[in-house]
């Protein structure tokens, strides 16, 4: 008979060993720099400040007195988007030699405890990326698809918006902008075919091309 597996919220001392699995969390995924910082400490300072944040809950599975998983959540109150609370799971992960022994379906268990005591009426859960059998698993006790998570760094996130507005790109925008005026202007007329030259034009206008013409008129004689 297995050994039962006890899951509680966790204490100070619990802190280290979860880290350790923090770690190995961060080694299986392919996107590890997004799951936990590589340091260890500073995963265990990462973990005390969740613990004393409103609504931060840090569950712990512990399989002969050590830490073989874990659960972090939140508990949000109403808000803008949300009339009622919902508990949000940032992390679910069994270590992988704990695996197949239903430590997955005890976390899941206290999380979903931890969500009717607290009147979350919704609980969501982001796998970590690449964790098809956590996929797979939440499948399999009710959990679907809701929104796609994006992430980019804010260091190419501010190098592409600067590169949105050079001025190729508000040339780009600008044709864009007159083809669209022109197509309304011909359907709310009807009055046929578009002149195109006056397009080109008002084009070169604002893109501040020099035509042939232009070069000819500003020749000397």
């Given at each position: 008979?297995?050994?039962?597996?006890?899951?509680?919220?966790?204490?100070?001392?619990?802190?280290?060993?979860?880290?350790?699995?923090?770690?190995?969390?961060?080694?299986?995924?392919?996107?590890?720099?997004?799951?936990?910082?590589?340091?260890?400490?500073?995963?265990?300072?990462?973990?005390?400040?969740?613990?004393?944040?409103?609504?931060?809950?840090?569950?712990?599975?512990?399989?002969?007195?050590?830490?073989?998983?874990?659960?972090?959540?939140?508990?949000?109150?109403?808000?803008?988007?949300?009339?009622?609370?919902?508990?949000?799971?940032?992390?679910?992960?069994?270590?992988?030699?704990?695996?197949?022994?239903?430590?997955?379906?005890?976390?899941?268990?206290?999380?979903?405890?931890?969500?009717?005591?607290?009147?979350a009426?919704?609980?969501?859960?982001?796998?970590?990326?690449?964790?098809?059998?956590?996929?797979?698993?939440?499948?399999?006790?009710?959990?679907?698809?809701?929104?796609?998570?994006?992430?980019?760094?804010?260091?190419?996130?501010?190098?592409?918006?600067?590169?949105?507005?050079?001025?190729?790109?508000?040339?780009?925008?600008?044709?864009?902008?007159?083809?669209?005026?022109?197509?309304?202007?011909?359907?709310?007329?009807?009055?046929?075919?578009?002149?195109?030259?006056?397009?080109?034009?008002?084009y070169?206008?604002?893109?501040?091309v020099?035509?042939?013409?232009?070069?000819?008129?500003?020749?000397?004689?």
């Open positions: 008979m297995r050994p039962a597996v006890e899951v509680r919220p966790a204490v100070g001392d619990d802190l280290p060993g979860i880290a350790v699995l923090c770690s190995e969390a961060r080694r299986e995924s392919a996107s590890g720099a997004q799951i936990c910082a590589p340091d260890e400490d500073r995963l265990v300072r990462h973990l005390s400040v969740l613990l004393t944040l409103p609504g931060g809950n840090v569950l712990v599975a512990l399989h002969d007195g050590r830490p073989v998983g874990f659960v972090l959540a939140r508990v949000l109150d109403p808000h803008l988007f949300a009339d009622e609370p919902s508990l949000y799971v940032e992390a679910v992960y069994v270590g992988e030699d704990a695996r197949r022994r239903g430590v997955g379906h005890a976390l899941l268990s206290a999380t979903a405890e931890l969500a009717a005591s607290s009147g009426t919704h609980v969501y859960s982001v796998p970590i990326p690449g964790s098809r059998g956590v996929q797979r698993f939440l499948a399999r006790l009710g959990f679907g698809p809701v929104a796609g998570h994006r992430v980019v760094s804010t260091a190419v996130l501010q190098r592409r918006l600067a590169a949105d507005l050079t001025p190729a790109r508000r040339g780009t925008r600008s044709l864009e902008d007159l083809i669209a005026r022109r197509r309304r202007a011909r359907t709310e007329t009807m009055s046929g075919p578009v002149d195109l030259r006056e397009f080109q034009a008002e070169n206008s604002r893109a501040g020099v035509t042939q013409a232009d070069t000819r008129e500003t020749l000397p004689g």
